[in-house]
């Protein structure tokens, strides 16, 4: 079957009875789409008749946003790679704004509705009653789907046969028929970092409540100091951009606010419109939190509508067993963040990757690890120590800059004394890394033929200042080591015998881990035991070993 980047599913199944069918019908679908996966819910459509099926408005019911939870909780254990959103033009309160014109009373789609990606295929889960309908309901579904919203041309159609099983009492049951609350001003806030399943949920059920203006507050600067790998938190404008394109998919008729939050309230204890804040259990004190300060702005209670959080079946040891954000930045640990800025003046074997990382980030215990899986270790601060030894070219022009009064009775350089002549001396620091750093790049790139003499495949470039020295033009790819600021402290401090205040000096005076990420291509953390870490370099080595044999593919190497 051919497969499709985008694809819009219609599903026809009664709500009460979709939880229990939405696993197999997801898992079909992601056999036929491979991107963006549209849902468009619209309970007993019959697609069968002969006469064109059009599409109505459609009264939320008490029943939805625990369809919508569900869909988006199997959506992430059985087709986790899809993009998927579901949609809610067509669903309107029954105290909803009246519409002007009769055909505007009836019909959710004056006009298709433009989507950001165009729906190639449809699907539908409609059951066939006889095979002999096939092509029949295919003509009527690609018709429903064409006067919903703006397809691709030639607009492909299929029919889902999901393996479902039988229908047991619960599913037999009588859908609830009670419309749900709605309100006019609905807020939520949340950091929002590379949308995932339970934001969607989060965002599909707040675009439900809202009738007429949804605000959301997306947490930034000051609220992001303390979450997990915060260094790989997407950019705030990247994070907006995200959630305007889907909530404009979702229910464009609604007024959407996006604002920063620098504080855990932001507009919710000031905006007199607001009518409702969306929580989950794990949020709802915060929500409370946010009525007493409404309370003391003499204010109207908001209404708490709390939803459930979403279990991740996938997670590990060191992640939340529900679905977040902070889940899914320990998952990048070890896979390629951003393409390897193309190097052809430098041979592709061997493959040589720069390492480096901040002051106890682990670093040097990263390039061993990978030693041990196959690569040449080469230790930049050792050859460092090199370049000082005496009848050197670098042993000269330090002497030369920095007089002999730094040598030591045996003539070798008291690194103490140098060190005291460039401390807090940007200009004669300068003055001895320019004449310390290129010394040091041609010992490496001395050990890097040497390697490749042995018929070695992968070198590791250990080197603390691989981006100061500009080093980077001398490997295929750039991996940092990060640590939380409080854990580089203490493992300083335990490591070299000294205080607080001169290991966060000695940080300061580093590159940031938010500014050496800028830069990497893959990012390992050490923060967690020993194993984790393992687990982590060998998927790194396996995910380089593929892009190794790519490229040879790609350049017609010999493998």
């Not at 002007?100 to 009373?105: D, K, Q, R, T």
């Not at 997306?218 to 100091?225: A, I, N, S």
């Not at 190097?343 to 390492?355: C, D, E, N, T």
């Not at 603390?464 to 600021?485: C, S």
């Amino acid at each position: 079957m051919s497969m499709f980047s985008t694809g819009l599913l219609v599903l026809t199944s009664p709500l009460h009875t979709l939880p229990f069918r939405l696993a197999p019908v997801l898992s079909s679908a992601a056999q036929v789409v491979e991107r963006t996966l549209y849902v468009h819910l619209h309970p007993g459509l019959n697609l069968a008749t002969g006469t064109q099926a059009r599409p109505a408005f459609i009264h939320p019911v008490v029943d939805l946003p625990s369809v919508i939870s569900h869909l988006y909780s199997n959506a992430a254990d059985v087709c986790g790679h899809l993009d998927v959103r579901v949609l809610l033009t067509h669903f309107r309160a029954r105290s909803g704004v009246p519409q002007v014109g009769a055909s505007a009373v009836s019909n959710p789609f004056p006009s298709p509705q433009t989507l950001s990606h165009s729906p190639e295929v449809v699907l539908t889960d409609y059951p066939l009653q006889d095979p002999n309908q096939s092509s029949l309901v295919s003509q009527c579904l690609q018709r429903y789907a064409g006067y919903c919203y703006v397809c691709t041309p030639g607009l492909s159609s299929v029919i889902l046969h999901p393996q479902l099983q039988s229908e047991d009492e619960d599913q037999k049951r009588i859908e609830k028929e009670e419309p749900i609350e709605t309100y006019s001003d609905v807020v939520v806030g949340g950091t929002f970092d590379r949308l995932h399943g339970a934001h969607r949920t989060l965002l599909n059920i707040c675009c439900l409540l809202a009738n007429r203006r949804f605000l959301i507050g997306v947490c930034d600067q000051e609220l992001l100091k303390n979450k997990v790998l915060k260094e790989l938190i997407e950019p705030y404008s990247r994070r907006v951009q995200k959630l305007k394109e889907f909530l404009n998919d979702v229910k464009p008729s609604l007024q959407y606010e996006i604002v920063p939050l620098s504080d855990p309230f932001g507009p919710s204890v000031t905006d007199p419109q607001l009518q409702c804040i969306v929580v989950s259990e794990e949020t709802r004190r915060g929500g409370e939190a946010v009525n007493r300060k409404r309370a003391e702005n003499d204010l109207s209670e908001l209404v708490l509508y709390e939803i459930p959080l979403i279990k991740d079946a996938h997670h590990t040891d060191i992640e939340e067993e529900k679905i977040s954000s902070s889940s899914l930045r320990s998952r990048l640990l070890g896979t390629l963040l951003k393409p390897p800025t193309p190097r052809p003046a430098l041979s592709q074997v061997p493959y040589l990757i720069g390492l480096t990382g901040g002051s106890g980030s682990g670093k040097s215990a990263l390039s061993q690890r990978l030693e041990g899986l196959g690569a040449v270790r080469i230790d930049a601060d050792q050859l460092g120590h090199e370049t000082y030894i005496p009848g050197s070219v670098a042993y000269h022009k330090i002497l030369q800059e920095f007089g002999r009064d730094i040598l030591n009775e045996d003539q070798t350089i008291n690194r103490r004394s140098l060190g005291r002549k460039v401390f807090g001396d940007k200009e004669r620091l300068k003055a001895l890394t320019d004449i310390v750093w290129p010394e040091i790049a041609l010992l490496v790139k001395a050990r890097i033929q040497q390697a490749k003499k042995e018929g070695k495949h992968v070198c590791v470039l250990d080197a603390a200042v691989l981006l100061e020295a500009g080093w980077t033009d001398m490997v295929h790819e750039v991996w940092v080591a990060i640590i939380p600021e409080e854990e580089a402290v203490r493992r300083i401090m335990e490591r070299d015998g000294i205080s607080k205040e001169d290991a966060l000096r000695r940080l300061q005076s580093q590159w940031s881990n938010a500014r050496l990420v800028e830069q990497a291509n893959v990012v390992l953390c050490t923060l967690w035991e020993p194993d984790v870490t393992q687990r982590q370099v060998v998927k790194a080595w396996n995910l380089l070993q593929e892009r190794i044999q790519q490229n040879k593919q790609e350049t017609g190497l010999p493998s």
